[in-house]
């Protein structure tokens, strides 16, 4: 065969690369492996992307067809990105094809050319300036938005939608008026600002990143909530900036975006883009561009930002670094974290794996040698670390949630015109709407979960698959008036705190009550102004918000986590808790924390409490170890769903029996079992257990292993999908 073979991703849910030749004989221009091309594919034609150049194919030469265009004169992906995206199918075991197309901006897989949008700046005017001095009243979202173009000097589209989602019909309101005007892009230029000193544990930690600057070198920063770790970021970043080369900085949350960018944008003589699904696609697009061309020297994004191309990559960070939101949990089931650690070995750079609660893996890698371990023991700006009191609730009066301790601390907090958060992991009004006569549950019909009543639309939804009906006064089965809501949930605790204390201004933070565009930060806002006293909220509390002025955190339900069928509940509830109770006490006055539980005595609150987090790590390792469970073993899990009861046990079954015929000494498959939720919309799912001694051994099994079950009869009869180191057992 004289003319070259094109190995094309194309985005198939198909474990392979397709063959195809240039679009004609004797076609001159050079094609490399980065390309987009159009190719035929069944009865339609779509766009995939050249991975690899070989002189010969599986498929005989009549065959094989050719590609209908070429898109891109020079290629889309750096050789570096292709490295990244063809090791992450492999080891994830996910369709090459699907991984290349999923990490693309949605107008690239459109077959749009890379570009980026005009960008606009705009400025206070000199009318602005002295309208603001005096304050504008009546327009908390305009006299928000001319401050930060005071602050900075100017500021972009981009960070504008990053500050305010709702941020254009103010902007113009603000033009109209005169008090502010669009200015020339300059984001690279001096900005003056006072750099905070550093305390000695965090001049140690910017001392030992950048001593090794020029090589990968993985560290855990491992600082208490308020420690100044993002100061050790920017400093850091400083650095690798200055010496021309980009910097990736990974959060877990969208919600997280606004004030990490600002404090960037605002402290960074440099361009800064944010990359998240927030964005609209040709922000996405621009973002995009702007890392691959080296225009943006600080990518700040959420998980699908690992993938972005960077042209001079010089230093990666992961924020938050234990976050599950890190972890992809459908579809290309990726973890983002170890995706950024590959990518810095790969590049010769050092990464940064900041958390206040570190994962087990983190800590075991430094205990192993493998990481360095950076430790910021103390708040910065002399804080003091808050005292925490286990609240036990057994034979204590209790109502809604709320205990007389708990009642007190709020009445004092507020009357010292300060804040406090509830933190319960569980939002609506109340989980389970019961029949008090005949004991009929409010479930719901297509999955194997209780409805939750969501008492201010007056709903029943479950919050696996989206169903929904109408409340109802009586019981479907026995026609009784008695239908009680048991337990709790945000929308309950909020409206019980109103009504328990007077004039209480409360807030809640879940995903019903910030739902809407712009929501989360209109929440923010209040809370940063004072106009709020306790935020109600679930895990979203957790997520590194900064609320300088809350003394008072407590966690309504600390037995929630201490009991799961995840053998990862407890490192889940310990980070969460901590997590939680970092946010109080931030300011200059001393913070509080209470845990209210009936289980006091539980090794793992004791041991939090007592101890502390390293503590906890140490003994839960030590258990993992014992029960050869990760890090010290690696699994994968095999999934699988239908509309029939019995295919995804028989497909599973079967699957089990091909890995035993295969026989690998280090591996071991356990089940088919049913999954903790059997029924989720209308689909039975079960799961299988793949145990290995090691990432090694794993990856030498699976491939094999799973070209088998693509052959398998009962495969055709199920949704089924494979998930390498899972974070999730349900």
């Not at 094989?64 to 290629?75: N, S």
């Not at 080891?91 to 107008?107: C, D, M, N, R, S």
Request: hydrophobic fraction near 40%; glycine fraction near 8%; include cysteine.
């Amino acid at each position: 065969m004289t003319e070259p073979v094109l190995q094309v991703a194309v985005p198939v849910p198909i474990r392979r690369r397709f063959d195809y030749l240039p679009p004609r004989p004797g076609w001159t221009p050079p094609l490399r492996p980065g390309v987009r091309v159009r190719v035929p594919f069944g009865r339609t034609s779509t766009i995939g992307v050249v991975v690899g150049i070989a002189s010969t194919s599986a498929v005989d030469a009549p065959r094989l067809k050719r590609v209908c265009d070429v898109i891109d004169a020079e290629p889309l992906l750096d050789p570096a990105t292709l490295k990244l995206l063809t090791w992450a199918s492999d080891y994830f075991q996910h369709p090459i094809g699907e991984v290349v197309a999923g990490t693309l901006p949605k107008l690239l897989r459109l077959g749009r050319a890379p570009k980026s949008e005009r960008r606009m700046r705009y400025a206070a005017s000199p009318a602005g300036a002295r309208v603001f001095a005096e304050g504008i009243a009546g327009a908390p979202v305009q006299a928000r938005l001319l401050g930060l173009m005071l602050d900075k000097g100017g500021i972009s589209e981009a960070a504008l939608a990053a500050e305010h989602r709702g941020w254009r019909r103010p902007l113009r309101a603000l033009i109209a008026k005169g008090w502010a005007e669009p200015v020339q892009d300059s984001p690279c230029r001096a900005r003056r600002f006072d750099r905070p000193i550093l305390n000695a544990e965090q001049q140690r930690a910017v001392d030992a990143v950048e001593a090794r600057l020029e090589a990968f070198s993985p560290y855990v920063l491992e600082g208490v909530t308020s420690s100044g770790k993002t100061e050790v970021y920017l400093r850091v970043i400083e650095e690798v900036v200055a010496r021309g080369r980009q910097a990736l900085v990974l959060i877990p949350e969208i919600g997280l975006t606004p004030q990490l960018l600002a404090r960037f944008q605002a402290r960074l003589s440099c361009r800064v883009e944010a990359l998240h699904s927030g964005l609209s696609d040709g922000e996405r697009l621009s973002a995009w561009t702007h890392a691959r061309n080296g225009t943006a020297d600080v990518l700040v994004g959420t998980r699908s930002a690992v993938f972005a191309p960077l042209a001079r990559p010089g230093l990666f960070i992961v924020d938050e670094e234990h976050d599950l939101s890190f972890k992809q949990q459908d579809g290309f089931r990726y973890s983002a974290r170890d995706l950024a650690v590959v990518r810095a070995r790969d590049a010769g750079a050092p990464i940064v794996l900041g958390s206040a609660t570190p994962s087990l893996e983190a800590i075991d890698n430094v205990r192993r040698g493998r990481y360095h371990h950076l430790v910021l023991p103390r708040r910065a700006g002399g804080a003091s670390p808050p005292r925490i009191d286990v609240v036990d609730l057994r034979s204590r009066p209790f109502d809604n949630g709320l205990c007389d301790v708990l009642i007190e601390a709020l009445e004092e907090v507020t009357a010292r015109s300060e804040q406090a958060l509830l933190f319960i992991n569980r939002r609506g009004y109340a989980p389970r709407l019961l029949c008090h006569a005949c004991g009929w549950v409010a479930d719901c019909g297509r999955c194997d979960a209780h409805l939750v009543l969501h008492h201010a639309d007056g709903r029943l939804r479950c919050h696996h698959c989206g169903a929904e009906r109408a409340l109802i006064a009586e019981c479907p089965e026995c026609g009784s008036g008695d239908v009680r809501r048991l337990g709790l949930g945000t929308e309950r605790v909020a409206g019980a705190l109103e009504s328990r204390i007077e004039g209480l201004r409360v807030a809640r933070m879940d995903r019903d009550a910030t739902r809407r565009r712009g929501a989360l930060e209109a929440v923010l806002d209040r809370v940063h102004a004072g106009d709020v006293d306790v935020v109600v909220g679930t895990q979203m509390l957790a997520k590194g918000h900064h609320f300088p002025n809350v003394t008072l955190v407590a966690i309504l339900d600390a037995d929630g986590g201490l009991f799961g069928i995840d053998f990862r509940a407890t490192e889940r509830m310990a980070q969460l808790l901590l997590q939680v109770a970092g946010r109080a006490g931030r300011g200059d006055r001393p913070g509080r924390v209470l845990l209210q539980t009936h289980h006091p005595n539980h090794p793992l609150l004791r041991t939090l409490v007592l101890d502390g987090y390293r503590k906890f790590c140490e003994d839960t390792l030590d258990e993992r170890r014992r029960a050869r469970l990760p890090p010290f073993a690696s699994f994968a899990l095999v999934r699988a769903e239908a509309l029939q009861r019995d295919a995804p046990q028989s497909f599973l079954r079967d699957a089990g029996a091909c890995a035993s015929a295969r026989s690998h000494p280090r591996v071991s498959v356990l089940g088919p079992a049913p999954s903790p939720m059997e029924r989720r919309a209308g689909r039975y799912r079960a799961q299988l257990l793949v145990d290995a001694a090691s990432r090694v051994a794993l990856q030498r099994f699976l491939p094999g292993w799973i070209a088998e079950l693509e052959a398998l009869p009962s495969a055709r009869k199920v949704r089924w999908s494979v998930d390498v180191d899972p974070q999730e057992m349900v």
